[in-house]
């Protein structure tokens, strides 16, 4: 089979990519490089067809749709930060760009088109856990372009006959994921905060929860949503069903590392969620999704492959 990863060079996207190729399959990635890195494809750049492009060039995503079966679509300005920042560019990339993908996908006829949504769809809602059958209710304009991408999804179908999925991803982590960049996510700036003999920085009290996913259970999420029977036009959370609170988090990263971590508090930030958990029945049911690493295994692989990468830096 034929894939195209857009946002492929990413976090989530490379890992997935990884799998895609060990399973024998031929991938073109297509990323602009503006959040991802190439050295995260680096174990399989021989083996795929890369693509330097912007998902908001139309042309440049309908040439990579020729012959392809199965679009993965994970390119975006992800961070809520950000959109709450910049809205005029989260919306350009996250609407404008898969508006972009829903097109070629369309005129393509790929089998089917599967979407990286996003669990800040949801706001704030008091209900715990999430189901995928309550009223969206986003709090950034990052949430907000989430949804309409799944909407637009779902209108491809009824109107095009376009088969789509999307995946409402909780707070994923792992290997690759930046810690670096002002809008990473949370348990990768704590880990290097660790290395780097700093104190970890908790927006907020540190009470927050959220239903952190290791990268492995979304890759495998993910493909099985490509292919799954009856799946087409649904919504399915991506999560392992379970939260943990961030002062929770530091003392199990403590207990990992073996070190003493004492966090830093800051006020919370503006569009932050309070609370994330996924009811994760849905996609148990229809795609056969069960977790394959469960938090603190994940955080354990996570702190060795980041001790491993950023010690030596």
Known sequence: ??????????????????????????????????????????????????????????????????????????????????????????????????????????????????????????????????????????????????????????????????????????????????????YSGVLSRFMLAVIQGQRPVIYGDGEQSRDFTYVHNIVDETLRACEAKDASGMVFNGGIGRRITLNEVVKLLAKITGKSIEPEYEPARTGDIRHSQADISLPEKVLAYKPLVHFEEGLRRTWEWYKSTYAEQ
């Open 1 to 182: 089979m034929r894939y195209l990863v857009t946002g492929g060079a990413g976090f989530i996207g490379s890992n997935i990519v990884d799998e895609l190729v060990r399973r024998g399959h031929e991938v073109i990635v297509f990323d602009d490089l503006s959040a991802g890195k190439k050295e995260n494809l680096a174990c399989v750049v021989t083996k795929i067809d890369l693509r330097i492009e912007s998902i908001t060039n139309l042309a440049a995503v309908q040439s990579a749709c020729k012959g392809i079966d199965y679009v993965i679509h994970l390119a975006a300005r992800t961070s809520v930060p950000r959109s709450v920042q910049e809205p005029l560019d989260t919306n350009s990339v996250n609407v404008g760009g898969t508006l972009n993908v829903l097109v070629a996908a369309r005129d393509a006829k790929v089998k089917r088109y599967v979407f990286a949504a996003s669990s800040a769809a949801y706001g704030e809602a008091d209900t715990l856990p999430k189901i995928e059958t309550m009223t969206p209710c986003p709090i950034s304009p990052y949430g907000v372009t989430k949804y309409v991408g799944e909407i637009y999804a779902q209108v491809f179908g009824r109107v095009y006959g376009l088969e789509n999925v999307s995946i409402r991803f909780f707070n994923v982590f792992g290997p690759r994921q930046d810690p670096t960049s002002q």
